[in-house]
Antibody, heavy 118, light 110 residues
């Protein structure tokens, strides 16, 4: 059974960099899958942040592309998200997810809440 | 990229059928059969209920069905049940090799 678990600081100061980790169990990030980050501001809808393939290829949301980096750590079976120069608008519940078909996120972590505030 | 357009809310009585629309453009929904639908209950992670327009993941009730015509995708829930009350999101692949979500639809079971 594949499980995803997000982790990271729950509070980040404005202008700093948000860093999150998604630990994968029951599957290898080396497998032929795409892994994504999705966020959801409080009371609002889902926003796709970006994705990374098992080979390290990435695609990012154009609105966030200049600030986002998604990486794989194959030794730890983890993927990470870095979002720079954060503002209050980046306050959200952040999910990692694995595709099971083209752009279909069939496996999700429980999410981790990040608040941007001084 | 612009979010796909969904109605903010829909409602129906138990046993009835409802349909939620999701409108995009030829650069997303209209250009690909990579439309997915998610159900999200409060405080929970989204759950995939339809992928590739009309396919159901294992374990998802056959009361959920999906379709697409042109730039608009639709999710139909038949035999509405109280447990179906949730938020529903569509998503699609785009020509920019990205994924775009709809704004979400709140389903109320009367």
């Amino acid at each position: 059974q594949v499980q995803l678990q997000e982790s990271g600081p729950g509070l980040v100061k404005p202008s700093e960099t948000l860093s999150l980790t998604c630990t994968v169990s029951g599957d290898s990030i080396r497998s032929s899958n795409w892994w994504s980050w999705v966020r959801q501001p409080p009371g609002k809808g889902l926003e796709w942040i970006g994705e990374i393939s098992h080979t390290g290829s990435t695609n990012y949301n154009p609105s966030l592309k200049s600030r986002v980096t998604i990486l794989l750590d194959k030794s730890r079976n983890q993927l990470s998200l870095r979002l720079s120069s954060v503002t209050a608008a980046d306050t959200a519940l952040y999910f990692c997810a694995r595709e099971i078909a083209s752009d279909a996120f069939g496996i999700w972590g429980q999410g981790t809440m990040v608040t941007v505030s001084s | 990229q612009s979010a796909l357009t969904q109605p903010a809310s829909v409602s129906g009585s138990p046993g009835q059928s409802i349909t939620i629309s999701c409108t995009g453009t030829s650069s997303d929904i209209g250009g690909y059969n990579s439309v997915s639908w998610y159900q999200q209950h409060p405080g929970k992670a989204p759950k995939l209920i339809i992928y590739e327009v009309s396919h159901r993941p294992s374990g998802v009730s056959n009361r959920f069905s999906g379709s697409k015509s042109g730039n608009t995708a639709s999710l139909t829930i038949s035999g509405l049940q109280a447990e179906d009350e949730a938020d529903y999101y569509c998503s699609s692949h785009t020509t920019s090799s990205t994924t775009v979500f709809g704004g979400g639809t709140k389903l109320t079971v009367l």
